[in-house]
């Protein structure tokens, strides 16, 4: 029998069309990029039995087997259940039947840097941020790309998100404990912003310059320097790759907590579902904000939202990009 | 003479309040939060408000050494006509909690400014009469810990030394000052502290009476060139280490009025030894490994008859770039052994 398929309904199970008719790719999601290494043999399993034995690594850090049969979906979906059970309904994701593949392929897998599980800079515990997150938003089907990056050295490339979330810190400045060494201050204006200086033998700290990173926490000798309690983000927003205007993602709200982070994107979802362009195939995010204008985005997604103290909102947006139709800009250097 | 007692947990924690209104208690507090990475806790020396904030479990990052020669402290003020010294902010006496290896190494500290060529530091001596001890018993080694080594496992300079045990807390009481107060809180027991008697890090000690000088220049202290990365927390965290830079403080446009401060210094830190015109000593830091070790095993030991290094182990506890002293010491036995 011919192939009879509703390619809406598989695209929204996480299958793709691809260039090879009748077969399909399935995107696995990996929240933060972290997953129980015996998962993998589960996944391996699935690609070895239903595609060609390969398995791709997405820019996401999730996965991708090509070359399944779509008469085989049904198959892989029942496969799937334990890499679904333990990466999505573990983290709080509502999913009716388990076995029957993932409820959305909108939002993109949330992807996050290793965080301070490991790494020494991390502020924060980003995978389970990333895997917060997903609990929170996922299933939605609206292209919504989010990752969580420890610090501002941003390895995660936060700014190529939609919702680019940099955990930052507090830096707490004990005056009696500091030896007057220098080490923050060489730190900071070697690698950061030179938001220290020395005055007197001690440091002062530039409020309008420090952005949280934390290395005159890690540099100091003596723990003058500690974080202040409370994790603390800054949330970019509405970064983008693409053929039209690829951009960066800027600063929207600085030393906010981790609840005010994650009502921001729940209530873009809203606001998304309220705006989007249905007439397009899928309408990104960052070009429904340039439509309604930041004002409207501003009011709808801060509505209701109890900030913690501290917390500061961009005044203005500007996001560094181009547009792509800059021909006129080249010239010819060889004729053939 | 001494006497021992035993008290229920609830009773020390009683007899601790009772103690809190007369004294100030210090010991090794876990804060929070507070580590160099995120999410990590720092256990340092700190007044403590009440028996459960004794961090009993994990070594201090710091040592108590803060008590008698803080960070950073003002020796006096001036004018331009006269000058004050500085007052401590309380006459309060300090029940220190600490082991055996933090008390001989406060020992060291002792011999540097109050023995050293026959003169006495009176910022440090005041701060150092008014400590009591209480020691920690220390049966078991932390990571690192290599005190047996040093000889600095044992001590007899404790008016009060506790074993906290599950529900109890056994103390052995020497001297007068303190016996009324534990026998009324407890009851009598039998208990003398042991001590630690084998660490799993040992170090062998350079046997030489005196090094021969081409260890000083040798290719030995080279590879400490590049590992060490001068960030001075082996100095910071030592209990022996008691270098400090003095320095003059002018408050506003003033050129007149100020304060003179000494604040910790350290033989690893850049501009330890920098000199007017621009010279300094030991600019490669394998020159100030070498400079630390000989001054930790052999030179205080030349000067006082004992060595300065109490074997806590700190340094390499907190070493960002895992040089460990431990080792480096057995590397150059070992190399003297073998002739160089």
Redesign the interface.
Known sequence: MSLDLNRKKVTKNAYRITKRRNYSAIRIRVPGGHLDASLISTIAAIAEKFGDGTMHITTRQGFEIPNIPFERISEVNAALAPVIDKLQVKNGVVIETVGAGYPGAGMRNISACIGSRVCPFANADTTALAQRLEGELFPNDFHVKIAVTGCPNDCIKAHMQDFGIISICEPVYSYDDCIGCEACVKACSRKVTGALSMRDGKVYRDERRCIGCGECVLACPTAAWTRRPGNLYRLLIMGRTGKKNPRLAMPFLDRVSEDVVCQVIRNTIAYIDRHILRCLPKEHIGYIVDRTGLEVFKQEVLAGISFNKGARVAKTMQWPGYHTLNDANFKLIKES | MSESFRLSAEQFAQLFEQLSTAYLLAGPKR????G????TD?V?YAFLKSADELELHEKS??SPKELVF???ETLFYFNGQQFTEATLPDDHEIIVFLRPCDINGIDRLDRMFLENAGVVDPYYKRRRERLHYFMIECRESFENCFCVSMQANRTSDYEVALRFEENSVQVEVCGQKFVDLFARAGEKAEFKPEFVSENPVRVELPTEETMPPEIFNDKFWDEYDSRCIA???C??SCVTCSCFTT?D??YGDSRQCGER?R???GCH???FCDMAGGHTFRKDKGERMRFKTFHKIYDFRKRFGVDMCVGCGRCDDVCPEYISFSNCINKLSAKLKGGL
């Open positions: 804060i929070a939060g507070a160099r990475f995120s999410g720092l340092r990052w710091f803080p960070p950073d960030c001075g927390r100095n910071t320095t403080l002018f401060r604040v910790w210094d830190l850049d501009g």
